[in-house]
């Protein structure tokens, strides 16, 4: 840069008229350092991203037997069937949070693999793909296609448009057999959970 004052600059040059050919070569330049600045916001915000999902990776570290349960307890609070005295039941899309549940399950809450069954629930409209939606979810769970129950077809008034349709697989419901007493011991669960919200 000069090293004058930016007033004795346009001093200098308020005689200079530039040629149409000019000013489109100086948009053009302005154009392209507005996208080289863009780009490297874009790059500071992806490396800022990538950085603290690492630092929040590393500080849940390992989950603890206590941990395991807890983080259950707190997933059929959010998402576990709740109303009535019926049985153990879990619904969600997210992969990661049902192998979580079955880990939870089997690991913290003692059930047998063998107790544990689903039902995949899916809209109509993805009825063509239940073949493969089904092969999804029984490679998730690492059960046999037995465990299964026939899937349900929610029929929609209107088609909801999905992105990515090939990856939607609909929800997948778990339901342990003879639960009702793990569902009322999980009530109490969550009750102790709820007494340190104050």
Same mark, same amino acid.
């Given at each position: 840069?000069?090293?004058?004052?930016?007033?004795?600059?346009?001093?200098?040059?308020?005689?200079?008229?530039?040629?149409?050919?000019?000013?489109?070569?100086?948009?053009?330049?302005?154009?392209?350092?507005?996208?080289?600045?863009?780009?490297?916001?874009?790059?500071?915000?992806?490396?800022?991203?990538?950085?603290?999902?690492?630092?929040?990776?590393?500080?849940?570290?390992?989950?603890?037997?206590?941990?395991?349960?807890?983080?259950?307890?707190?997933?059929?609070?959010?998402?576990? +069937?709740?109303?009535? *005295?019926?049985? !153990? %039941?879990?619904?969600?899309?997210?992969? $990661?949070?049902? &192998?979580?549940?079955?880990?939870?399950?089997?690991?913290?809450?003692?059930?047998?693999?063998?107790?544990?069954?689903?039902?995949?629930?899916?809209?109509?409209?993805?009825?063509?793909?239940?073949?493969?939606?089904?092969?999804?979810?029984?490679?998730?769970?690492?059960?046999?296609?037995?465990?299964?129950?026939?899937?349900?077809?929610?029929?929609?008034?209107?088609?909801?448009? +999905?992105?990515?349709? *090939?990856?939607? !697989? %609909?929800?997948?419901?778990?339901?342990? $057999?003879?639960? &009702?007493?793990?569902?009322?011991?999980?009530?109490?669960?969550?009750?102790?959970?709820?007494?340190?919200?104050?």
């Amino acid at each position: 840069s000069l090293a004058v004052p930016k007033s004795t600059v346009r001093y200098w040059c308020r005689d200079i008229v530039l040629s149409q050919k000019d000013l489109e070569r100086l948009a053009e330049r302005h154009k392209l350092g507005g996208l080289l600045t863009s780009e490297s916001r874009r790059k500071e915000r992806l490396l800022k991203i990538e950085t603290l999902k690492e630092e929040g990776i590393k500080e849940v570290g390992n989950l603890s037997k206590r941990d395991l349960f807890l983080a259950g307890v707190a997933l059929y609070w959010a998402e576990g +069937y709740r109303k009535g *005295d019926g049985e !153990f %039941g879990f619904t969600n899309s997210d992969p $990661r949070m049902i &192998k979580l549940i079955l880990k939870w399950l089997t690991e913290a809450c003692g059930v047998l693999q063998s107790d544990i069954h689903c039902r995949i629930c899916i809209n109509a409209f993805h009825e063509n793909r239940i073949e493969d939606v089904e092969r999804f979810w029984v490679s998730l769970t690492g059960f046999s296609p037995s465990k299964f129950s026939k899937p349900t077809f929610i029929k929609a008034s209107t088609r909801k448009q +999905y992105l990515n349709a *090939d990856n939607y !697989f %609909g929800t997948l419901r778990v339901k342990v $057999r003879k639960s &009702k007493n793990l569902k009322r011991k999980i009530m109490g669960w969550i009750d102790g959970m709820g007494n340190h919200a104050s």
